[in-house]
């Protein structure tokens, strides 16, 4: 099955820097790729996704890019603010089956 | 709120005994899904429905997990003989079959067994 590989696991940055977390997954049939921000105590929520055919989404401050040829993904948040601390997840769909393999999350801190 | 709701947010209960939780998905959501989610972990998928049809049942973590979507709508999932190691946080989550794959999750049934 399907197998997603996230890192780094803690990364603390200062306000207004970037951050990069970064996902690989070994389906290489898997075709959409959605990025989850769960805060503590709370649900994890959709901030960004990509699918295959694209190489690069953009939404304000958030970035995702792909490489189908590396089978890798990455997340960049630009402008960090403290509000943006909380756990990030990646996730892959694959082909075969419908179901969200997720990465073991990234805790982000942005310190003021 | 009009997104994935599930019942109850907390569940404690004695080792051996028998639990059940409720999702009530987006309305016009005909996907459904269950996960497991550890402290410091990604959910961990265990099973989805289309509609009332259960499409993916082999990661259920043991013949003690069941789950069902009798009209389509809500979910239960059922766990039996509770053991320690069941303690964790049950997430559901909703998504329209076509178009937009989305998952949106419910805030989860955080079950301890003692």
């Known amino acids: 099955g399907e197998n997603v590989e996230q890192h780094p696991s803690t990364l603390s940055v200062q306000e207004g820097d970037s951050a990069v977390i970064k996902c690989t997954y070994s389906?290489?049939?898997?075709?959409?790729f959605p990025w989850y921000k769960q805060e503590l105590g709370k649900r994890p929520q959709l901030i960004i996704d990509i699918r295959s055919n694209v190489g690069e989404k953009k939404d304000q401050r958030i970035a995702v890019t792909l490489n189908k040829t590396a089978k890798h993904f990455s997340l960049h948040i630009t402008e960090t603010q403290p509000e943006d601390s909380a756990v990030y997840f990646c996730a892959s769909l694959g082909n075969a089956g419908n179901m969200l393999t997720f990465g073991g999350g990234t805790r982000l801190m942005v310190k003021p | 709120d009009t997104g994935v709701s599930q019942d109850p947010r907390h569940k404690i209960t004695k080792r051996g005994q028998n639990v059940t939780f409720r999702c009530d998905p987006i309305s016009e959501h005909n996907r459904l899904y269950w996960y497991r989610q550890t402290l410091g972990q990604g959910p961990e998928f265990l099973t989805y429905?289309?509609?009332?049809?259960?499409?993916?049942k082999s990661r259920l973590l043991s013949d003690r997990f069941s789950a069902e979507r009798p009209k389509g709508s809500f979910s239960t999932l059922e766990i039996q003989r509770t053991e320690q190691g069941d303690s964790a946080m049950y997430l559901c989550?909703?998504?329209?079959?076509?178009?937009?794959?989305?998952?949106?999750f419910g805030q989860g049934t955080r079950l301890t067994v003692v």
């Open positions: 989550a909703s998504s329209l079959a076509t178009g937009s794959t989305e998952a949106f």
């Open positions: 389906d290489s049939a898997s075709n959409y």
């Open positions: 429905f289309q509609n009332e049809a259960q499409l993916e």
